[in-house]
């Protein structure tokens, strides 16, 4: 007798697994770590209910999609140019969740396209998402570097990529009008180089509308910024 392939118990399983994968390691990663996998699946899986996306995919592969992040610290992938002597963590993690998938028996139609979703999730990767289901993770994972709780991984972030060189912002020009933005020298420059540049990128219409919100919420706080570093001194 054939037993049916279970879903939810196939995603129930993996939800576990990863969170113990990314909880299991000895160092901490609080942009990229088991908050911000369930973050986008939640969010994810929420989008795929919007759009009619299949919510088995979008769940597996937004559990999956930065599996290469949970390996010891001198194993992980990087991205961009900065990091040309390691693989892709999005490569990594399309292998790693290849033996995962495989593992459960997940049927190869539905392998391929989480598999596909995992690998178009990344921005630095620039592979465009063919399907509703790549866009539902990949619109789900940069709305996670978005708004108040965008702001907060920009900032951890920032700070664990610095230099001795890096500085917070330009000296003259911290809002990046006259300057080619480098966000490898000026933490704030990676609003101009990448983070408000995000809302673009969606490829849903849920995606479109609450990018809009979270952008919205950083203008804010980047014009707070510019407000508070313009005063001269203390208040009379």
């Known amino acids: 007798m054939t037993v049916a392939f279970d879903k939810e ?6 939800y576990r697994e990863v969170e ?18 369930e973050r986008v699946y939640r969010l994810a899986l929420a989008i795929a209910r ?18 290469g992040r949970a390996l010891p610290e001198g194993a992980q992938g990087g991205e961009g140019p900065g990091h040309q002597g390691q693989r892709h963590h999005a490569d990594l993690s ?27 999730h990344s921005f630095s990767r620039g592979v465009e998402p063919q399907t509703l289901e790549a866009r539902v ?10 708004g108040a709780i965008g702001v907060m991984r920009w900032a951890v972030t920032g700070s664990r990529r610095a230099t001795p060189e890096t500085r917070p912002y330009h000296p ?3 809002f990046a009008v006259a300057h080619e933005p480098d966000d490898r020298r000026y933490l704030l420059d990676h609003f101009y180089t990448k983070l408000l540049r995000l809302g ?4 849903t219409a849920t995606g479109r509308t609450l990018a809009e919100e979270r952008l919205r919420f950083m203008q804010v706080y980047l014009d707070e910024f ?3 570093l313009a005063l001269e001194g203390p208040p009379a």
């Open 94 to 120: 399309y292998q790693l969740a290849g033996e995962v998938l495989a593992a459960h028996g997940v049927p190869a139609e539905e392998s391929a396209a989480i598999l596909h979703a995992v690998l178009a």
């Open 9 to 14: 118990a196939v995603l129930a399983q993996v």
């Open 226 to 228: 510019r407000r508070e």
């Open 200 to 203: 673009e990128t969606m490829g």
């Open 20 to 37: 113990e994968r990314f909880l299991s390691l000895g160092s901490v990663d609080l942009a990229h770590g088991w908050d911000h996998i």
């Open 50 to 67: 919007r759009e009619g996306a299949d919510p088995f995919v979008v769940g597996m592969a937004a559990l999956l999609h930065d599996l």
């Open 172 to 174: 003259t020009d911290p």
């Open 137 to 146: 993770v990949r619109d789900a994972d940069r709305l996670d570097g978005l």
